[in-house]
């Protein structure tokens, strides 16, 4: 991995002008999205002003939704997405507004902004599926995940096609480092300080430097950075895939594969989601008036995958894979160890809250046990689980209360909650409807 950019390089780069930046009605919403004490009122007002951000805005919000009715509103979409993603969604749209086209004839900006969007998609809907980062601000930090390589088109025009054209001529060799070699600094590295400049958290723009050489990341496998960094990661070979020649699509299958058993994803779980980003994408290029091709057989793809031996290249780029929890006597299949979830057990039965808890730390699970309700929403805050098992059947009232409670929140929002139930009376469907996940009848087994 290149080295850092030297911060006054990026001084002097910002100091030019030429830097891709928002503009128009999109600076104004950034800069009242920052204000935390700004009525949802007052910036709907503003977010009015730009009707085709308006379409994007709610079509976002109703992406991050799940069994509810469909968002029509700004404020509606305001409530569900939150400043922060709004704030990071201005300034992706408006960048895809304005840098349409250039001066770089080897860089392909309707492409760049397409295969953007892809990635945008997958982020979201791998970030649902792990809730290892919050499905919101996901869709913003795909969309602008490669925001360095149309900086370095944007500035060096002449210079950066001779590397695109160098990349192109030399098939496996690292972008970063024909950029290197020419331009003294690196998309990764340019488009990771441009999100700092503009205020996008570390554990964000940190991932976008890194996602193409992980094991130069300095953060732990067990933090959300490298959590982060994997969305990114297996989304770019997503978007990949959507525009590679048939000759290399199982190869890039293989790699989705892999990677997504990384992040606890089996093999049909990717392609379910490969078939919602597909689709997703023809609407969202639609609305953005950008070309979507047809996507590859996704499902073919997979079985063919399997019979791709990895490369040596491929292994070392690769985590290594999760060990295994087997058990000497048992012949069901074995659970994989995962690392980097948190879980909240809340079970006022001593020995069912503990033996819970047990089996999830089992499998690497930070599992934090809690007897009642009392005070959970702001233990969630202290812990921040990925995961929360709820008694569902000793109190239902409280407990649907508390859900909705959840789910009115951020944090809430993307917690996976599973119910354990009694039985399937109307009690239990009534508190499990109230936004639970999902739910487990008891008895329950490991």
């Known amino acids: 991995m290149p080295a850092s950019l030297d911060l006054n390089r990026f001084a002097q780069l910002k100091a030019t002008g030429h830097l891709p930046s928002p503009r128009g009605v999109a600076v104004a919403i950034m800069r009242m999205a920052q204000d935390e004490t700004v009525s949802l009122v007052e910036l709907a007002r503003v977010i009015k002003g730009d009707p085709a951000f308006v379409g994007r805005l709610i079509k976002a919000a109703n992406g991050l939704l799940v069994r509810q009715r469909a968002i029509v509103s700004v404020s509606e979409a305001l409530m569900v997405v939150g400043l922060a993603a709004v704030r990071a969604m201005v300034l992706g749209f408006s960048l895809l507004s304005n840098y349409r086209k250039g001066n770089c004839l080897g860089f392909d900006y309707m492409r760049f902004w397409s295969s ?4 945008a998609i997958a982020m979201q809907t791998f970030a649902t599926r792990t809730r290892q980062i919050a499905a919101d601000e996901a869709f913003s930090v795909g969309l602008l995940a490669r925001i360095g390589e149309l900086a370095l088109a944007t500035v060096y025009p002449s210079k950066y096609a001779h590397v695109l054209a160098d990349a192109a001529a030399k098939p496996g060799a690292d972008l970063c480092e024909l950029e290197q070699q020419t331009l003294a600094l690196t998309h990764a590295d340019l488009g990771g300080a441009m999100l700092a400049d503009w205020g996008v958290p570390r554990v964000f723009n940190l991932p976008v430097r890194f996602y193409e050489h992980p094991a130069a990341a300095p953060v732990s496998n067990e933090s959300r950075e490298a959590a982060a960094m994997q ?3 297996l989304s770019r070979i997503v978007a990949d895939l959507c525009f590679a ?3 290399a699509q199982a190869d890039l299958m293989a790699r989705a594969v892999r990677q997504a058993a990384q992040m606890g994803c089996p093999r049909e779980a990717l392609l379910v989601d490969c078939g919602e980003i597909a689709k997703q994408w023809k609407e969202w290029a639609k609305l953005l008036q950008l070309e979507a091709t047809d996507t590859p057989p996704f499902e073919m793809l997979s079985v063919e995958s399997t019979h791709k031996p990895e490369t040596r290249h491929e292994i070392s780029e690769s985590a290594p894979s999760a060990p295994e929890v087997r058990s000497p006597t048992s012949s069901v299949s074995p659970l994989p160890v995962v690392s ?3 879980a909240m057990v ?10 819970l808890a047990k089996a999830l730390r089992g499998i690497g699970v930070d599992a934090h046990e809690f007897v009642d309700l009392g005070g959970v929403l702001e233990k969630v805050l202290d812990v921040q689980p990925h ?6 059947s000793d109190d239902p009232g409280h407990v649907g209360r508390l859900i909705k409670a959840l789910r009115a929140s951020r944090i809430g929002r993307s917690i996976y909650v599973l119910l354990l139930l009694s039985g399937d009376d109307e009690a239990s469907i009534a508190v499990f409807e109230s936004g639970a996940d ?3 009848v008891k008895p329950i087994s490991s």
């Open 116 to 119: 953007s969007i892809v990635m």
């Open 387 to 392: 995961i929360m098992v709820l008694n569902g």
């Open 438 to 440: 999902d739910y487990l």
């Open 231 to 233: 969305c990114l990661s």
């Open 346 to 355: 809340v079970e006022r039965a001593g020995n069912e809250r503990v033996r």
């Open 340 to 342: 980097g979830l948190r």
């Open 245 to 247: 020649e048939p000759a």
